[in-house]
């Protein structure tokens, strides 16, 4: 059985993150989203140059999300912050 992952790796993970995202776009090139395209053809004021842009930074934000939700946290690490609720004005 694997060792539970701590804060420490989960942060070293977190911390990676914008390294992978980079080398996985300079690896290939980033395919065009539908939300991507929806939103820079929806833009108003914006030259080619800017959609095209635009199309590539979704693009991008996309794939990183998808790094971001393919991790997988077991159930029995602990949060790393504690909520604390305010005391009410009441």
Known sequence: MSHPITRRDLAKLLLALPAATAAAAE???????????FLAAHE?????????????ALADQEKALAVV???????DVDPALRFAALRSKR
């Open 44 to 56: 108003p004021g914006l030259s080619g140059e800017e959609r095209d842009r635009l199309r590539k």
């Open 27 to 37: 690896s290939k090139p980033s395919a065009p989203s539908e939300a991507g395209e």
């Open 69 to 75: 939700r393919e991790f997988k946290l077991p159930a």
